[in-house]
């Protein structure tokens, strides 16, 4: 299995921008199709982004679409999302999550669907 750490969360200004990364071990990121979720305070946790095992292909939220970026690095066992234009109301915990499903074409969504988790690295935008 995969071992997931989240880095790069912070105090950043809105319309700044930030870069989380997602950092894994145990095995590499092209096996999973890899997301995005986040947990604001006193909310359920939420999809942001995913991107496919294989193609490069993404999926966002409507709520960060135009302003974030996922992306993914296989050669360096990477993945990362760049928050560009963040806004107070991107204040969360945001998540890296890996889904074992084989197919390269998946773009996961649910939460339901990811099989391993990061513990998560807090984001704070200030307006």
């Known amino acids: 299995q995969v071992q997931l750490v989240e880095s790069g969360g912070g105090l950043v200004q809105a319309e700044g921008s930030l870069r989380l990364s997602c950092a894994a071990s145990g095995r590499s990121v092209s096996s999973y199709a890899m997301g995005w979720f986040r947990q604001a305070p006193g909310k359920e946790r939420e999809f942001v982004a995913s991107i496919s095992r294989t193609s490069g292909s993404t999926y966002y939220a409507d709520s960060v679409k135009g302003r974030f970026t996922i992306s993914r690095d296989n050669d360096k066992n990477t993945m990362h999302l760049q928050m560009n234009r963040p806004k107070p109301e991107d204040t969360a915990v945001y998540y890296c999550?890996?889904?074992?499903?084989?197919?390269?074409?998946?773009?996961?969504?649910?939460?339901?669907?990811?099989?391993?988790w990061g513990k998560g690295t807090l984001v704070t935008v200030s307006s």
């Open positions: 999550a890996a889904d074992r499903r084989r197919a390269a074409s998946i773009l996961p969504s649910i939460i339901g669907d990811m099989d391993y």
